[in-house]
Nanobody
Framework: QVQLVESGGGLVQAGGSLRLSCEVSGRTFSDYAMGWFRQAPGKERQFVAAITRGGGNKYYLDSVKGRFTISRDNAKSTVYLQMNSLKSEDTAVYYC????????????????WGQGTQVTVSS
């Protein structure tokens, strides 16, 4: 019943920007803390960003601070990840996730996951 659907991925040149979206259905979105993770081939799924239920607190992977911005629109049941100044090392499948708890930095902190959207950054 719960659905998380990512969109907005694609192929961009280094230095470019993308805006990822994740729309949630099947549960009360405002009850969800939301996170973004990414996974490159052969690597573990990596925390990228998280936002608390009301949007008052945000957390980021150190390597994306100042470049990525997470936000949410509870009226639209959607979380966003604005990615600027993209680098080749940002290439990965990006996943959104929702969690009921109070911890946001590990995959085990989340309860529901989307299918992912591919982001490829060319040099």
């Amino acid at each position: 019943q719960v659905q998380l659907v990512e969109s907005g991925g694609g192929l961009v040149q280094a230095g470019g920007s993308l805006r990822l979206s994740c729309e949630v259905s099947g549960r009360t979105f405002s009850d969800y803390a939301m996170g973004w993770f990414r996974q490159a081939p052969g690597k573990e799924r990596q925390f990228v960003a998280a936002i608390t239920r009301g949007g008052g607190n945000k957390y980021y992977l150190d390597s994306v601070k100042g470049r990525f911005t997470i936000s949410r629109d509870n009226a639209k049941s959607t979380v966003y990840l604005q990615m600027n100044s993209l680098k080749s090392e940002d290439t990965a499948v990006y996943y959104c996730a929702g969690g009921w708890g109070q911890w946001y930095h590990a995959t085990d902190d989340y309860d529901d996951w989307g299918q992912g959207t591919q982001v490829t950054v060319s040099s």
